[in-house]
């Protein structure tokens, strides 16, 4: 019942703050969605293997760690994208495509490259089956 409302109240800020703030409202969306669903995957784990003590604050501190865990993943795949789309949209401005091509290209292959970090980050940090007392698996 926690990480339902924790949900909610994650879904309910980015709302308020996007009403307000649009960009942080979809920047703390992006990185809030995913991080309570990781804690709750955590929390999940942690109750099958018996090892769950304290729920509230072991479920604020799994959907910290996890917002931490998802900006960084983010961030990763952003530099992914810039790394791939960069190059090639700037190589695309000296080539006479007619009609931009390149700059396409650049978006599609740089998207591509930032989904691909971004599966492999998020499989690499998903919890998984823990016998350890900590808050971030």
Do not use: H, N
């Not at 703390?28 to 099958?48: C, D, H, S, W």
């Not at 700037?90 to 650049?106: K, P, Q, V």
């Not at 978006?107 to 919890?127: E, S």
Request: aromatic share 12%; hydrophobic share 60%; net charge positive.
């Amino acid at each position: 019942m926690q990480l339902l409302f924790a949900v909610v109240t994650v879904i309910c800020v980015s709302l308020a703050i996007g009403v307000l703030l649009p960009g942080v409202g979809v920047v703390l969306g992006l990185v809030f969605v995913p991080a309570v669903i990781r804690a709750a995957a955590a929390i999940r784990r942690k109750e099958e293997a018996g090892l769950l003590k304290d729920r509230s604050s072991q479920v604020v501190a799994a959907v910290f760690v996890s917002a931490g865990i998802t900006f960084v993943v983010w961030l990763a795949s952003a530099v992914a994208f810039t790394i791939v789309c960069f190059p090639l949209g700037w190589l695309s401005f000296g080539i006479e495509t007619g009609g931009g091509i390149g700059m396409i290209l650049g978006f599609v292959l740089g998207g591509l490259a930032g989904l691909a970090v971004f599966y492999w980050f998020m499989r690499r940090f998903w919890p998984r089956p823990t016998e350890s007392d900590d808050a971030t698996a």
